[in-house]
């Protein structure tokens, strides 16, 4: 037994030295396949984050220029909006001048051929003679005696709040214009905008 002790430990050894050989092999088989794996997936990765990096680079560019349209888009408006508001101001002056001239005008004479000119614009705008006719107090005389002229026409007893002019009803109450000179003023504001945008050059 104590004979083919040393026998049987060598071959121990040997078999021992094999499978540790054999298994540093496969360890650095393993090592070498891993390492070759993962250089493939590296060489294979570059392109795709170089591709990446160019897309970021594009999204990036194509955000910028779009905040500086924006910018520059909300300058215009800015500009436009202080032209609108200019325009704005220049017009409701005009117009204040305009009313304030109205509530002194003397109501004879030119008042008087404008009072007739409104009815008869309303008349023809109604299709009808058979008319009513409101004012405020300071016109109603005036109107009173133009009403003379038309076949058909009656003053109402109530007055109206405005500058001057006239709200025309039919008789039957189905329809109603209103040519006051306050109404007449807010049909031409948008007239005369446009026409100081366009002398200006302000879009409207």
Do not use: W
């Amino acid at each position: 037994m104590d004979e083919r002790h040393p026998l049987t430990s060598n071959s121990l050894e040997v078999t021992i030295d094999k499978i540790l050989k054999n298994t540093e092999n496969d360890v650095l088989s393993n090592i070498k396949s891993a390492l070759d794996d993962s250089q493939k997936n590296l060489d294979d990765s570059v392109p795709k984050l170089e591709a990446e990096y160019d897309k970021i680079l594009s999204d990036g560019k194509k955000e910028a220029e779009k905040i500086e349209k924006q910018i520059i888009g909300s300058a215009d408006i800015e500009a436009r909006n202080k032209q609108l508001m200019a325009l704005e101001e220049a017009v409701t002056k005009v117009f204040s001048k305009a009313l304030d001239q109205i509530a002194n005008t003397d109501r004879s004479g030119d008042y008087s051929n404008l009072i007739k000119t409104m009815i008869e614009e309303a008349t023809q705008i109604l299709g009808t003679s058979e008319i009513t006719v409101s004012t405020n107090a300071k016109d109603k005389d005036v109107v009173q005696s133009t009403l003379s002229q038309f076949s058909g026409a009656e003053m109402s007893s109530d007055t109206i709040d405005c500058l001057g002019g006239v709200v025309v009803k039919s008789k039957d109450g189905a329809m109603t214009f209103d040519n006051t000179i306050d109404a007449r003023i807010e049909r031409l504001k948008p007239l005369i905008r446009k026409e100081i945008a366009s002398k200006f050059g302000v879009g409207e």
